[in-house]
Structure formats: C-alpha cells, structure tokens
C-alpha cells in the first residue's frame, strides 16, 4: 500500500478540523447526537429516529413520477422510497420508512438545518461503532415489523456523515456480513465538501471490486452554496471524489436564493464532473416548515411561473434537450 500524502490540516477551516475531530473518536469509534436529547421528532432511543420520506401533508412527494408530476414545481422531491423499491423491488410505498441516525458534528451551519446548532458541535454526543449502528437499527427493524410496518432505509445523517467516511463503509460492511444488502439500503445525507480532507486523513484504501459495491450506498448532497462561491470548490471536488469511490451520488440544490446565472454556471460544472450529473440534480422549492427552522430563515415562496424548477428546466432543455424530472433520477446513468 502506498504510504498517505502529507496531512494537509493547515490549509484547512478550524471549524472543518473540529467537527472532524469530534466524528472520529478513534479506535473504530464515532461520535453520535443522542437523539433523546433534541427537538427532532420520531425519536426511537438515543441512536435512531424513525421518518417517513414521502408525506402529502407535508408536500414532500416523489414528483419524478407521472401521478405526482403536476407538482414537481411547487413540492419537494422526496424520492427515496422509489430508490429504494429499484434496488429492492416492491411498490415504492411499502418503503416509506427510514431509520435515521445522526453524526454528531458538521463543517457547516446552514441558516436552514432544522437540527439545532449546538448538535452539529459535538454536544449531547455518544459514541459507538458501525456494528453497534447496526444492531441498534436491525432491534428496531424487528420492532417495526411486530406492527406491521417495513423498516428498509438506514439513512445516515447530521452533522456531516462524511466527515468519516470509514463509518459510511464499515456501515455497508456490516449490512452485507449479515446478509442484509437484499433487504435494506443505506442512504448517506452529505454536503460533500468535507469529504476530500476527511477520505486524504482516512487510512481507508479501496479496491476496484469494493468501488463497484459501494455503487449501492445512496449519497443524497445537497449543494448548499453556488459555483463561484468560496465553499464551492470543496463541494466540487467531493462531488467528483464521491463519484471516484463508487457512491451512487443524487445532487439537489434548495435554489430559492440561486440566481439563473449560478444554475446555468451549476450544470456546466456538474456536467464537467460527470454527463449524467445534471440530470439528476433537485431544484427543490424548499418550503420545509419546521418548527426549528421559525426562527432562522425567512424565504420567499415565488409564484410556480418563477419557481427555480422552472429555470433549471429552461436550463436543461437548452443544453440537454431534455426537461427537469422527465425521468425518475436513478434511472439517470452518471457516465
């Protein structure tokens, strides 16, 4: 094995090198928010809380589908359980359940993060390993099937997950020990841009044949500042670095404040990285309503005329000759 590059710490923000810190506790042990201890709602125990992806109430609907498709510029993709009934197989409704466990610390303090910030810093932190992730989501598993619901999502959130992408793996690996990977996929909520100092400090090295696998790890990004931004170089090269590795990579942008000059500059970038990228990418409207949220941001809802949905349509149909969400993003090939 070749020996690492020199660490590159210094070029780094103090507040990536913290987070960093607090997520890799060392010795195959990372840092988790116990969930007992915040507003977040669904909680199970300290590691997990249970979500359901697709709700008409909340106006979060997979709209890359015909039955939902008049509304794919007014709601919020929530596309998960159709990604998972491809991988699975069924109807996508009997997959409308996620487990979700939450890292207990983010490079990023994003005005919209419905977790408070005081969890994306390492407080209220507990700490276990992927086995232990994995035991405690298959308990709960057992417990959602004694009432009749299936429990096939593990999502790992934050925090920023890939502040330790050996967890991401390790997860994976143990799903497929127990001969878990026909029955359950894993799902990775990540803003990427951590991703690159995180894997350079990793001792992780990956074969051709593991790459392959990890093709069915689900990494959700949202991209949470534009090209030509500070942050976007970061993002970028964990975008390509995510692609790199295997990951199964699905880009969104809650684009409210985006203008169309950033969108147009967007899919140039995601095409350079790679053909299928821009494709693949949400435009959400955003319109989360969350009472965490009351008192951190204030964005505008524009008409369905002016809703950015509509301008990266007008994007794609100009360089790509194709409109947004004409098909279910996973079954948009990346190369």
Request: hydrophobic share 40%; charged share 25%; aromatic share 8%.
């Amino acid at each position: 094995m070749a020996s690492k590059p020199p660490a590159v710490a210094s070029k780094e923000r103090p507040i990536l090198l913290r987070a960093h810190r607090i997520v890799n506790v060392g010795g195959g042990d990372y840092a988790f928010t116990d969930l007992r201890k915040t507003d977040l709602g669904g909680v199970q125990n300290r590691q997990f809380r249970f979500f359901t992806p697709v709700r008409r109430d909340r106006m979060r609907l997979p709209t890359s589908l015909p039955e939902f498709a008049g509304l794919r510029h007014v709601a919020n993709l929530s596309d998960s359980p159709v990604t998972v009934a491809a991988e699975l197989g069924g109807h996508w409704s009997e997959h409308n359940l996620a487990a979700i466990t939450h890292v207990a610390a983010c490079n990023f303090r994003c005005s919209y993060c419905y977790v408070d910030y005081r969890h994306l810093a390492g407080r209220d932190a507990f700490v276990t390993n992927a086995d232990g992730v994995v035991d405690e989501f298959l308990a709960l598993r057992h417990t959602a099937q004694a009432a009749g619901q299936q429990l096939s999502l593990l999502r790992v959130s934050g925090g920023e997950p890939l502040l330790a992408p050996s967890l991401v793996i390790e997860i994976y690996r143990a799903l497929a020990a127990r001969g878990l990977l026909g029955s359950v996929v894993l799902k990775v909520e990540s803003n990427l841009s951590a991703l690159p100092y995180a894997w350079h400090q990793s001792a992780l090295r990956l074969s051709v044949a593991e790459r392959e696998e990890l093709r069915r790890v689900k990494v959700h990004t949202t991209l949470h500042h534009p090209p030509g931004s500070g942050d976007w170089p970061a993002i970028r090269d964990g975008i390509a670095l995510a692609l790199e590795l295997g990951f199964d990579l699905f880009p969104a942008v809650g684009a409210i404040d985006w203008t169309a000059e950033q969108l147009d500059m967007s899919y140039h970038e995601l095409a350079r990285i790679s053909p299928g990228l821009p494709r693949r990418l949400a435009v959400r409207p955003f319109h989360l309503d969350y009472p965490a949220l009351a008192d951190r941001r204030r964005l505008p809802r524009p008409a369905e005329s002016e809703a950015p949905s509509m301008v990266w349509e007008k994007i794609l149909r100009r360089h790509a000759d194709v409109g947004y969400l004409d098909e279910p993003r996973h079954l948009v090939p990346l190369t």
